[in-house]
């Protein structure tokens, strides 16, 4: 048996494609797993490209309300501590930064959108807005990006159709700024998203060990999409999904099932509890 998993203090989830199946539900099992682990001494808690409010507002849908220990919000930009009373945002991305994506991709067929405090704030209405709405059960709201975008924000958020993604990922390649720094990346079938280059997933995590008194080597992660996997490398063990992609698949020390059928619960029963 791998003796890393008597190291384990700590099981951190993505969300979407990962905890939640197909139906965007979680799982009885899962919610049982999280609970056994609870038990055990062992933290549990969420990373995901979602941020912080907007996770905690779905979590009584969801089932998991009192077994949450931490979040890891915005990719890795938020960090919420329930037994620390912490919550950090750290690197947001300057509002003239966002603006100068936005303009490389005005003529681009995605809508702009940027999590914000549980709210999905956007400059324009339309049916991709709506869907993301939907999908992530939060409410949107159309602002005045210029007013909005005079403080810095944690990321910003291209919405499209998934035969639009291509076209907006080679578009994403020409685009350079003399003034900020930024990184992109897909995060679904739908979104694309920027960011600081300062934040991934595995800077959340970290955080969130070091805020619980150990270190990432501690932690067991699941994750599934390409923004995974630098957490899947890099945590004490990292486990990808089978529905996973490639490069998480390929990044992880194991693959458990998929998010339809209990790959959660089957992995964390055999090697933790």
């Known amino acids: 048996m791998d003796e890393r998993f008597s190291q384990i203090k700590m099981v951190l989830c993505d969300i979407d494609g990962t905890l939640l199946t197909s139906e965007h539900a979680c799982s009885s099992r899962t919610v049982e797993t999280a609970a056994k682990l609870r038990e055990r001494g062992i933290r549990f808690g969420l990373c995901t490209g979602r941020d912080v409010m907007g996770t905690e507002a779905m979590l009584d849908e969801w089932g998991l309300t009192g077994l949450i220990d931490v979040i890891v919000g915005s990719g890795g930009a938020e960090v919420r501590d329930y037994d620390a009373e912490v919550f950090e945002l750290s690197h947001p991305l300057p509002g003239d930064a966002i603006k100068e994506v936005m303009s490389h991709f005005e003529d681009m067929p995605c809508s702009f959108v940027i999590p914000y405090h549980g709210v999905l704030y956007t400059p324009a209405d339309d049916a991709r807005v709506r869907r993301l709405s939907k999908v992530d059960g939060l409410p949107y709201q159309v602002v ?130």
């Open 144 to 273: 005045d990006f210029d007013e909005f975008l005079t403080e810095p924000r944690p990321k910003l958020m291209l919405s499209c159709y998934p035969e639009d993604l291509p076209a907006i990922i080679e578009h994403a390649q020409t685009f350079s700024s003399d003034r900020y720094r930024s990184q992109s990346l897909q995060t679904s079938a739908r979104l694309y998203e920027y960011m600081d280059p300062r934040i991934t997933k595995t800077h959340g995590i970290e955080r969130a060990a070091e805020l619980a008194g150990f270190g990432i080597e501690s932690v067991m992660v699941f994750g599934d999409a390409d923004n995974d996997a630098d957490m899947v490398e890099n945590a004490g063990i990292g486990v990808a999904m089978a529905n996973g992609s490639e490069k998480t698949r390929g990044a992880a020390d194991y693959v458990c099932g998929d998010n339809d059928h209990d790959g959660i619960a089957d992995f964390v029963d055999e090697h933790l509890l």
